[in-house]
């Protein structure tokens, strides 16, 4: 069974950067879909960012494009999230999740629908 662990996250100020990473274990095959989702204070759902398709390509929510960009480390069965120009409503719990058996991400965006998540990191931008 596939576990993932975020890291990466902190409180940094706006126009900031991080970059989030999830490493994926349980698993030698590292060609499936992996998306990040985020979950605002206050907020019931969690919100897509963005995922990659085992292929590569990448798609991205309207509030990531320009600023956020999803890469992956295939050796290291690691999947990132460089996050540029921050603002303070980009402060959420980032969460990983991924489709193991899956090459794209067809359950996009609904992320109860993706087989498994990590427990999320947090990211808090100060204006």
């Known amino acids: 069974q596939v576990q993932l662990a975020e890291s990466g996250g902190g409180s940094v100020q706006a126009g900031g950067s991080l970059r989030l990473s999830c490493v994926a274990s349980g698993t030698a095959d590292s060609n499936y879909c992996m998306a990040w989702f985020r979950q605002a204070p206050g907020n019931e759902r969690r919100e897509g960012v963005g995922?990659?398709?085992?292929?590569?390509?990448?798609t991205y929510a309207d509030s990531a494009k320009g600023r956020f960009t999803i890469s992956k480390d295939n050796a290291k069965n690691t999947l990132y999230l460089q996050m540029n120009s921050l603002k303070p409503e980009d402060t959420a719990m980032y969460y990983c999740?991924?489709?193991?058996?899956?090459?794209?991400?067809?359950?996009?965006?609904?992320?109860?629908?993706?087989?498994?998540r990590g427990q999320g990191t947090q990211v808090t931008v100060s204006s």
């Open positions: 999740a991924a489709d193991p058996g899956l090459r794209r991400c067809i359950r996009w965006p609904v992320e109860a629908d993706f087989r498994t």
């Open positions: 995922y990659m398709n085992s292929d590569g390509s990448t």
